[in-house]
């Protein structure tokens, strides 16, 4: 599936705010979010512990309003696991109280879907108001 075919999704508030450049080369994990995610019920815990603009964000659940959950864009994940509870060797951190994020090999995840994500967004920060649905 090409990136222009592909649905795109509006990023909305709650947005992680951060740098923009800490993307150089394609991370050895993604953060990704899993069913027990709660979206915090509106003020989500792991957005504010992503060093990343714009790469977690919040997506509203339209049967149930105001509930939604937290996406992230691959595309711009570092895999650095400051977002996520569980540490190596079963520590606990300070990331999501719900367990709903997990940390994932990136091989895993590009196979799973049958695409390759970029080594450095593929999209100019002016547009990371957004990300192809494939990024999620």
Known sequence: MGLELSVV???????SH???????????????????CTGCAG????????????CMFWVPDPDHEP?????VDKATCIGCAKCTSKGPDGTFLDGCPW???DMVAVEEWEGGRGIELPSVPDRPVSEW????SVYV
Do not use: H, W
């Not at 999704?9 to 947005?15: A, C, H, R, T, Y």
């Not at 509930?67 to 996406?71: P, Q, T, W």
């Not at 108001?129 to 192809?132: D, G, K, R």
């Open 9 to 15: 999704i509006g990023k909305l508030e709650p947005m």
């Open 67 to 71: 509930f939604g959950r937290i996406e």
């Open 129 to 132: 108001n957004s990300v192809p």
């Open 99 to 101: 367990d709903a994020i």
């Open 43 to 54: 003020s989500p815990v792991c957005v504010a512990y992503c060093p990343v603009e714009a």
């Open 18 to 36: 951060g740098r923009t450049d800490l993307r150089k080369k394609k991370p050895k994990q993604l953060a990704v979010i899993n069913d027990n």
